[in-house]
């Protein structure tokens, strides 16, 4: 079971939770929050990792010193259709790995970094300039072997390239290897050689270290640090930072280096998860680097360590919003995994690319042939933290992936297809809306009677009658009586059915590719809040006048009704901040289906509008002329 905290999901669940109390579960308003749980690990302990040096003063001492190195530095740049990746013979690392497009079924997508166009691209840069301006440089497909002396000569020495030019050219359907090869003439020989391939993200890495023709054990590649969308000027509990992903001893982890790590003075961190590693990489929210190992090895190490950005002057929360302070610095952290792999020549499979669910389901079987193990690499897409959470939500949000992604196609544009999406959806809940509005209606019209009833039990307790008196409990028949028809959970079963989906329309709009970069109206980006804030204030609003004009359960006491009124306020409120910096694309469907439930439940209002009974008009003296009395309900002749 994965421990580390998801609080997007966290506070998503805390929004919807909120919104059920309010609409119909009244004896639950105030649900504790659980804080944050502290960083934690799966070993039994959580242990800090060995600093690294950097730029900073905390760099070690004991680092050793790299080599001279006498052979000549080159940059070889591998062009294909759908990536271009930059790679230093220093070290036989990858230095800049640049997505181009992305392509699912034959449809090629142009992708842009945050706050990219076409009018306007900005490259999608994966790889973090932050590790890259590092010393040593913290860049993919280093390699850890426990001995410091030999990883620095692996790392930071140049290998021969056995490419012709400074640029590799890959036309579509087109392959071809690269290798790099390093010997220091006192019995090392390592090799690292790359495939890449046009048509797809999976490369292939064949790495070899020998030393005096013997294998180096316990040989580790390292994949990160935060691949990802390093545009982004900050991140939110909605719009994550990058994270390290796993398939360990068959479950799935997440480590944020926000949450899962505990710091030194150096302000590094480490912490192992126990059990086969069949695949591990890091990810944000919709791209990933992963390696899949030939053979599942035990053991992932993953490090973190943290630093401090200057960014764009942007509101964290409503109140510093309203306030007018504006926050201009972010703590981010380089979340790196020590993969396990044999060096003995065998190939790990790279995976680079996006996390597009329909592009993964598509080349799931290839990889699990070419693994020979089951590897469910879907799940690099977080559709929940935890695995029971999971297996409720991806089966509801893969069904909303297909209907949202046939709606866009039919529409042209995403905003739509929510829009369309949600009205079908609501339309659905249309008869269970007008049960429950019979059913609350009803429960109001018995709240009297059933006061009264309770006025009778209170008074016969106060007398000393017992519980099983025939009085007593003609009364609690009674009270059944009045109750039958009127339970209110029975009402509140089309809130029960939306809070599922409300769970997996979030999951699916926070990886759904397609939403990213998405504009409608005057949203940019519906993967990202409202940048107006209007959505948020209409959000609010919309639950007002659906909480106003919502049959709820009878109020009796004034305590119940004060707190009614409060709720119908208050909450709207709390809902707002919560939801400050959700996605635009989840506002834009809670928006829209408060607004279709509203109109719902005005023609719910109207047609069970009972009719106006016959009334009898009072004439006082003089009478008219005409008028026929009428003695004993019979006319006088």
Known sequence: MDNSDNQGQFRLFAAVILSMLILGVWSYLNPPAPPPEQAQTETATNQQATPQPTESPAAPAATPAPPVDEAPNRQIVVMSPLYQVTLDSRGAVASSWILLKNKVNGRETPLFADG???????????????????TPRELPFRLATGDAALDTLLNERNYQVNAEGDTVTLNAGEEKTIEFTLTDGAGLEARKRFLFRADGYIADLGLEVK??????????????????????????????????????????????????????????????????????GVSDAYFAMAAIPANPAEGLEVRASKYEVETQPFYPSIFSWALRSPTTKETRHLVTAYVPVAADGSVTKIYTGTKDYFHLSSIS???????????????????????????????????????????NRLTGNYGVAIIVFTFLFYSLLFPLRWSQSKSFKKAAGNAPKMKEVQD????????????????????????????????????????????????????AITIALDARQASFAWLPDLSGADPWHILEFGFAISMVLAMKFTPT?????????????????????????????????????????????????????????????????????????????????????
């Not at 390292?222 to 994270?243: K, M, Q, V, W």
């Not at 990889?367 to 897409?381: P, S």
């Not at 306020?569 to 709390?574: A, C, G, R, Y």
């Open 116 to 134: 990219g166009t076409a009018e306007n691209p900005k490259p999608l840069e994966l790889i973090s300039n932050e590790a890259r301006s590092r």
């Open 211 to 280: 030393r005096n023709g013997q294998t180096v054990p316990n040989t580790k590649l390292l994949i990160g640090p935060s691949i990802g969308d390093h545009a982004i000027n900050n991140h939110t509990f909605y719009r994550i930072e990058s994270e390290a992903v796993a398939s360990v001893g068959g479950d799935i982890y997440r480590k944020q280096g926000y949450y899962s790590f505990e710091y030194d003075a150096q302000n590094r961190g480490s912490l192992t998860l126990p059990g086969a590693v069949s695949w591990a």
């Open 365 to 407: 079987d290839d990889l699990n042939a070419a693994a020979g193990r089951e590897l469910e690499f879907v799940n690099v897409i977080n559709f929940a933290t935890y695995r029971i959470v999971r297996f409720f939500v991806k089966p509801l949000s893969v069904p909303i992936l297909y209907a949202l992604d046939f709606f």
């Open 456 to 507: 009778k039990i209170k008074d016969l307790q106060k007398k000393g009658v017992p519980m099983d008196d025939p009085r007593m409990r003609e009364l609690q028949m009674e009270q059944l009586r009045m109750m039958k028809g009127a339970v209110p959970i029975g009402g509140c079963l089309p809130m029960l059915l939306q809070f599922p989906l409300l769970i997996a329309f979030y999951t």
């Open 553 to 637: 359960g009878a109020a009796v006491t004034p305590e119940q009704q004060m707190q009614q009124k409060m709720m119908t306020w208050l909450m709207p409120v709390m809902m707002l901040w919560v939801m400050w910096t959700a996605p635009s694309g989840l506002l834009l469907y809670w928006f829209f289906g408060n607004i279709v439930s509203f109109g719902q439940q005005m023609v719910i209002n109207y047609m069970n509008k009972p009719a106006e009974p016959e009334t009898t008009e009072v004439v006082k003296e003089p009478l008219p002329k005409n008028i026929k009395k009428v003695k004993g309900g019979k006319k006088e002749k």
